[in-house]
């Protein structure tokens, strides 16, 4: 069941230089697009989608028909932190309070992100996994969305710094559900773990 007044924000700005350029959520996974695989993962979990992405948001219509594509709220390409900017922004003209963001490249999110996000004690919760943290997953409320222009428009560009300077907590989840696809290598782990039911 989603949780109430979560915007849901897969980011699909980056460049993806190691992968060779174009859009990596948009390449296939078992047959699949990521997208399409992503979507499916985190459309019960809030109230309403959108992706984050510069350029022509077409490109995406076939995979995600009907579901609005946010360009950057601020110039320059500032990267991710911009994009969760844009979902913050979208959230507000929904009258939603929060936004979890996603990357693209990380499909097989777990069906328990959002509630257990949710429940964290903590102005902004990230999720964690195998001894690292994953910023760029995280639920953020909306009323951080000025100082975070702020931030941006001063130079900020790290999603971690801002996001721990804000008291983020890490929500640990066992094993690694939140593999993503940074290097042509890394597909084939990820169709591996699809298909063994991640």
Do not use: Y
């Not at 499909?107 to 994953?134: E, K, M, Q, Y």
């Not at 760029?136 to 996001?163: C, D, Q």
């Not at 782990?189 to 991640?198: D, I």
């Amino acid at each position: 069941m989603a949780e109430p007044a979560i915007l849901g924000v897969v980011l699909a700005g980056g460049l993806a230089r190691r992968m060779g350029g174009g859009d990596k959520t948009l390449l296939p996974l078992n047959g699949r697009p990521m997208l399409s695989i992503l979507l499916e993962r985190l459309a019960p979990q809030v109230s309403a989608i959108s992706i984050s992405a510069n350029g022509d948001g077409a490109r995406f219509g076939a995979v995600a028909p009907g579901v609005p594509v946010l360009a950057d709220p601020l110039p320059g390409f500032p990267g991710p932190l911009a994009g969760i900017l844009a979902g913050m922004d979208h959230a507000a003209r929904l009258g939603l309070c929060w936004v979890l963001s996603v990357p693209g490249d990380t499909p097989l999110i777990p069906p328990d992100l959002a509630a257990r996000l949710r429940a964290a004690s903590s102005p902004i919760a990230c999720a964690a996994s195998a001894g690292r943290t994953h910023p760029p997953i995280a639920l953020w409320p909306v009323g951080l969305r000025e100082e975070l222009r702020a931030a941006i428009t001063a130079g900020e560009g790290k999603v971690s710094r801002w996001a721990m300077a804000q008291g983020c907590a890490p929500v640990e989840w066992p094993g690694d559900p939140f593999i993503n696809a940074n290097r042509p290598e890394d597909l084939p782990l990820l169709e591996r773990a699809e298909r063994e039911g991640a």
